[in-house]
């Protein structure tokens, strides 16, 4: 059986990938649908940016889909990126420039004054889901969250976006020094899956 998943993230379809995989679902993302345009995400939460992607493409497609969206919301910067994460450093940022860009609004912060202190702030991940079919308009959502901390210290090779900036003090690694499985227990993406799952399970 197939899920098709409202994304052009490629790091996100590798976690859907690993998670969906074991319930013998393949996943199909955005890159096998190339002529869907871009979907607008114009939306203040990331709830409502979820729920747009899923319902403009379960709607273009007459199937069910699953969006995500998520972001990093930074205490420090009183909740920025939020839902501008993927366009920090401007549109069609790269991740790298969206990590420089987050590292150097911290510094700002400290004025110049070298702590010495690699810890910037508390931060957390949101990953809203939108489950949507188009055959009876209903929408299924959840949402999951991750806390840690940003470091100036940036560490790993695997996963995207902020990862290598996101440091849990519980493992003493940045996400992006963990593995896909390591990452799923305990990212946001991770917990909204499981939220969404308890849900199915009850309808
Ligand atoms: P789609 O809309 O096509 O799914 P996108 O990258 O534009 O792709 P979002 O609008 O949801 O997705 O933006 C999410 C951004 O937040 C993403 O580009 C990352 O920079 C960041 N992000 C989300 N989840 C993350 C994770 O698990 N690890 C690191 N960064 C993450
Ligand atoms: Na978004």
Not at 64 to 73: E, I, N, Y
Not at 75 to 104: I, T, W
Request: proline residues 4%; hydrophobic residues 40%; contains cysteine.
């Amino acid at each position: 059986e197939i899920l098709i998943v409202a994304t052009r993230n490629r790091g996100k379809v590798r976690e859907f990938q690993h998670a969906f995989a074991p319930l013998g679902l393949t996943v199909k993302s955005m890159f096998d649908y190339p002529e869907l345009p871009e979907v607008v995400e114009d939306g203040q939460t990331f709830a409502e940016n979820a729920f747009k992607k899923a319902r403009t493409v379960g709607n273009a497609l007459g199937l069910p889909v699953l969006a995500d969206d998520s972001g990093l919301c930074v205490d420090a910067l009183d909740g920025r990126p939020g839902v501008y994460s993927a366009r920090y450093a401007g549109e069609g940022a790269s991740d790298e420039e969206n990590n420089l860009k987050l590292l150097s609004e911290l510094e700002q912060l400290q004025q110049g004054e070298d702590t010495g202190q690699p810890l910037l702030s508390t931060a957390s991940f949101v990953c809203a889901l939108s489950l949507y079919d188009p055959a009876t308009g209903q929408e299924l959502a959840a949402e999951g969250r991750a806390d840690g901390w940003i470091t100036s210290e940036p560490a790993g090779g695997a996963g995207f976006g902020y990862d290598p900036l996101f440091y849990l003090a519980e493992y003493d690694k940045t996400m992006a020094e963990l593995t896909l499985g390591e990452k799923q227990k305990i990212s946001h993406r991770g917990a909204a899956l499981r939220r969404l799952t308890e849900l199915l399970a009850a309808k």
